[in-house]
């Protein structure tokens, strides 16, 4: 089978490092997992552990060459700030992408699949990759994600869709019908009455509806959209869903090793599997610790590195039974949650609880606080570790 190739073309070496253990809300034997860093360290360990994932969808970098911008929301404003860079060489991409489907493919079950959402700019590459990484004949689907809106171009047909390929582990996947139906078009002679073949056997409509092909009308988010997070690239909870319930069950274990806004592991917490999501923008860790935090899950974090400290000095003061945490600084806080010594967290700050909370800024620094003695009105904190 003919290969692609690139200057600097390797299989990784990267042995991993075990990941540093950072927060745990609630209390669970299998909570939910994120993690901070480079996820090519983490997957290379989690080989080494032996961790597999009945299904893995990844949605990476696109090789765009621009920046992008992240929308963080405060309790009065909406800061835009810098996310993250999709600035590669050709080579430098396939790179990227070669090493981690290598081990991405190690890490799924037997009847594991791989879904790689890309566009145009990588795509026929991307497709050469995952052949020689899967093998051809593990090749299931290309599905096309069709959508509508943004301008139209005048020198060339508008690119309305981005490309998701489908592969399996092995001859063997799952694909549930039923939880991915969708009514039948209102033209469709067959879903009036059925039809019947020349034989005279008869063919009757699925009350459920009809499957999916390989051609997705799912519309992107509009600007106003309730479930928009202000991450720059989020998708849409339906794509993810019809991915989801079709090659996957209850219990099963999923991956994303490019979590974004986290719309993955959303989904998979509403249909009742575990989820395992790597960024390694602190930003997009923060953005779905306040999701799930919506939720009862348990989940915990963990990490490359520790985020690095952020804001130094703040005000706390008691609005009647509540206080509230005031940064001293001009960098505005996103977040802020009591902790305690075990690294356990609580979304409510209760100094008669926990004299220790966790201050996180716009810009996805942290910084923790102690309050030794129980104030009364106002009192300013300094970080520990702060000069």
Known sequence: MPTLSWKGKHASTMGGIQPKHYEQWNDEDQPHVLHCGDNLSWLAHAKTQGKR?????????????????????????THIIDGFTDKFSVDEYLQFIYERVLLLKDL????????????????????????????????????????????????????KHDNIFWYSHSSVWTFNTDPIRIPYKETSGFAKGGITSKSGKKYLPNPKGTLPDDTWDIPIL????????????????????????????EGDRILDPFMGSGTTGMVALKHHRHFTGLDKNWNSIHLMRQRLLKTTEAFSISCENFPQSGIQHVRLHKIDRNWKVESLTDTPIQMVYG????????????????????VVDIYGKVSDFICEEHPTSTVVLRAIGAN
């Open 339 to 358: 902790l305690t010594d075990d690294r356990k967290c609580h979304p409510i700050l209760d100094l008669q609880q926990h004299k220790r909370f966790r």
């Open 222 to 249: 509009n600007p106003l959209a309730k479930e928009r997070t202000g991450y720059p690239t989020q998708k849409p909870l339906s794509l993810l869903e019809r991915i989801i319930l079709a090659c996957s069950n």
């Open 53 to 77: 994932f009945n299904l893995i969808y990844l949605d990476p970098p696109f090789c765009s060459q621009a920046n992008y911008t992240q929308q963080i929301k405060t309790a009065t404003t």
């Open 108 to 159: 799924l079950t037997p009847n594991g699949s791989l879904f790689l959402h890309c566009d145009y700019q990588q795509s026929h590459n991307i497709r050469c990759i995952l052949d020689e990484v899967f093998g051809s004949k593990q090749f299931r689907n290309e599905i096309i994600w069709h959508y509508t809106g943004g301008g139209r171009a005048k020198k060339y047909f508008s690119r």
